[in-house]
């Protein structure tokens, strides 16, 4: 049983650089969810798909932040012109089709921008 | 607004015996509500979650969580600790009114630490 994949797993760049992200979902999951954590707090929502349609962002998400998940398998998170404020895991998740699904949580990405 | 509160940013118990970690929280409508445990520079894992019906939950590694309407809560529990469950726990909810988002709302965290 595969579970949710995240690659990288750290990621150190400097202020201005672009990053981008990528989540591999559990297989069969329809549903795509990224979240940002920074330390001591809990995960905060960005957005999520359901197939390759983005169904909401948050309010966190700026300009500077797109998602994607062509054929709806991967998803890839970018950030451009980082910025300090970015520092941060970013989480991804994965669930079946319906309203009482779990969701499962990829290792994340780390994110340090010096 | 939704929201979600752990009030304990960590809780001792010694191994053997029954530990809680606390959640209470604040939606507009009905609840879905989980919980997850997270290990040091590991993603989130769940744990289990209450949709409906029996207000006692079972769930992974021996947790269970009690939904309590009127007082809004959620609490975590285990009958008896062992020093493997010591990590970071986190509670969510979703508010399954309205327009539906599937987004979790999360709690700031509860450290766990067993000690032998």
């Known amino acids: 049983d595969t579970g949710v994949s995240q690659n990288p797993r750290h990621k150190i760049t400097k202020r201005g650089q672009n990053v981008t992200f990528r989540c591999d979902p559990i297989s069969e999951h329809n549903r795509l969810y990224w979240y940002r954590q920074t330390l001591g707090q809990g995960p905060e929502f960005l957005t999520y798909?359901?197939?390759?349609?983005?169904?909401?962002k948050s309010r966190l998400l700026s300009d500077r932040f797109s998602a994607e998940r062509p054929k709806g398998s991967f998803s890839t998170l970018e950030i451009q012109r980082t910025e300090q404020g970015d520092s941060a895991m970013y989480l991804c998740?994965?669930?079946?089709?319906?309203?009482?699904?779990?969701?499962?949580f990829g290792p994340g990405t780390r994110l340090l921008v010096l | 607004a939704q929201s979600v509160a752990q009030p304990e940013d960590q809780v001792n118990v010694a191994e053997g015996n029954p530990l809680t970690v606390k959640c209470t929280y604040s939606v507009s409508g009905n609840p879905y509500l989980f919980w997850y445990v997270q290990y040091p520079n590991r993603g989130l894992q769940f744990l289990l979650k209450?949709?409906?019906?029996?207000?006692l939950v079972k769930g992974s590694y021996g947790f269970e969580a009690e939904f309590n309407k009127s007082q809004t809560s959620f609490h975590l529990k285990k009958p008896s600790a062992l020093v493997s469950d010591s990590a970071l726990y986190f509670c969510?909810?979703?508010?399954?009114?309205?327009?539906?988002?599937?987004?979790?709302?999360f709690g700031s965290g509860t450290r766990l630490l067993v000690r032998p």
């Open positions: 969510a909810v979703r508010d399954i009114s309205g327009d539906s988002s599937y987004k979790l709302i």
């Open positions: 798909f359901q197939n390759e349609a983005q169904l909401e």
């Open positions: 998740a994965s669930s079946l089709t319906g309203p009482n699904r779990a969701q499962y």
């Open positions: 209450y949709i409906t019906g029996d207000n």
